[in-house]
Each structure stands twice: as C-alpha cells, then as structure tokens.
C-alpha cells in the first residue's frame, strides 16, 4: 500500500494460487478462496464438472474447500489442480 497525501492506494494483486489441503488416490481436496461469491462458486463448480475425469464435486463453501472425484484411469491429481488453477484465474 502507497500512501500520498493523506490518500490509500491499494495496489491490484493476482488471487494465490489453489492450494491443495488433502488428497488421496481418485480424490484431491483444495482451498479455493473465491467460493466465497455465489456467482464464483457456480462458475468454478460449473468449470470442474468439465475437467476430464472428475466424476463429482463436493463444495464447503463456509471452509471454501472444494473436493474433486476423479477417475485416476483418466487423469491425474496434478492435472485436475492444473485446471482447477486455471479455471480460479477466468474469474473476472
């Protein structure tokens, strides 16, 4: 934060990246902080159901985690954070 003549400006930075809280064989827990919105929250549970593999998705909205279902024949946990990443980044 900058501060010039009794003004704040605050300085725009990137959302952090998706941090991933728990995982196991088929299944990856992460920590989305845009869940909050219930509009990014229907976009990034909209956009996973899309990720090749994943066969549900179970939303904590008030821990903001997100729990993602997959067929490991089909993908892998690396990819699946990939996307889910790359879906948080679409947000406006």
Known sequence: MTVRSGLRL????????????????????????????????????????????VASVDVDRSQRLLTIHFDSSLTTRARVVAAVDDLVATIP
């Open 10 to 53: 605050f300085v725009e930075r990137d959302p952090p990246p998706v941090t991933v809280v728990a995982s196991a064989n088929d299944e990856v827990t992460v920590n989305v902080l845009e869940l909050i919105c219930r509009t990014c929250y229907e976009h990034i549970v909209a956009g996973c159901h899309d990720i090749e593999g």
